[in-house]
């Protein structure tokens, strides 16, 4: 069994919005969004505590992305709202046993366990 599987990526129209959804089967310590644009690092978008507190990334306070839980479902999501093609790239969630890492989570380095990744395409 995967400890973190995201899904809901999909390939949308500019100007469209995605919901991404992560499950984690074992729901503790931070969590956090990432994505990776062919040919570019992998950056964070937003890390979370698991129990709901949440931090944004510098890039991505514009307010197109959100973040929200669901604790009863175990599930991290990721609202994004005005999709633009910059915005293409593999969506990863990953996780920390560590909750103090969320003051950190922008760091790649730190994470414990990643999900596969979910594909989002945005064209112009």
């Known amino acids: 069994q995967e400890l973190l599987v995201e899904s809901g990526g999909d390939s949308v129209q500019a100007g469209g919005s995605l919901r991404l959804s992560c499950v984690a089967s074992k729901w503790t310590g931070c969590m956090a969004w990432f994505r990776q644009a062919p040919g570019k690092e992998r950056e964070a978008v937003a890390g979370?505590?698991?129990?709901?507190?949440?931090?944004y990334a510098p890039s991505f306070q514009s307010g197109r992305f959100s973040v929200s839980m669901d604790a009863a479902k175990e599930t991290m999501y990721l609202q994004m709202n005005s999709l633009e093609p910059e915005d293409t790239a593999m969506y990863y969630c990953?996780?920390?046993?560590?909750?103090?890492?969320?003051?950190?989570?922008?760091?790649?380095?730190?994470?414990?366990?990643w999900g596969q990744g979910t594909q989002v395409t945005v064209s112009s």
């Open positions: 979370m505590t698991y129990d709901g507190r949440w931090t």
């Open positions: 990953a996780l920390a046993w560590t909750y103090d890492l969320c003051s950190v989570f922008s760091f790649v380095g730190i994470w414990d366990h």
